[in-house]
């Protein structure tokens, strides 16, 4: 069975740093596409980044250099960290798992075969 635990998630002040953890396992980790996605209360939940096998990523625009995917092959785990966060960085993270990673392109919802719990992150101002 495929399980995404994800870790990390809390409230900072504007500025600060986060860095959120995905422990997954049940399937072959070098076979699949990882990524963050967000979801902010009346909000789509929509993708913030992904890297593929090969280790290559994708950043949503708004990341803007602050953010940073990446794995842990050894470990089964994909991070993001979070750096110069601002208030409307404030959402439910998600950790995700697709087949395959469009090219060049973030993951969207309908690619995804696996999902994590979630884990809050909460930026005041």
């Known amino acids: 069975q495929v399980q995404l635990v994800e870790s990390g998630g809390g409230s900072v002040q504007a500025g600060g740093s986060l860095r959120l953890s995905c422990a997954a396992s049940g399937y072959s980790w070098g076979s699949v596409c990882m990524g963050w996605f967000r979801q902010a209360p009346g909000k789509e939940r929509g993708g913030v980044a992904r890297v593929d096998r090969d280790g290559l990523v994708v950043y949503a625009a708004f990341v803007k250099g602050r953010f940073t995917i990446s794995k842990d092959n050894a470990k089964n785990t994909l991070y993001l960290q979070m750096n110069s966060l601002k208030p409307e960085d404030t959402a439910m993270y998600y950790c995700?798992?697709?087949?395959?990673?469009?090219?060049?392109?973030?993951?969207?919802?309908?690619?995804?075969?696996?999902w994590g719990q979630g884990t809050q992150v909460t930026v005041s101002s």
């Open positions: 995700a798992a697709a087949e395959t990673c469009r090219w060049s392109l973030l993951l969207r919802v309908a690619d995804v075969g696996y």
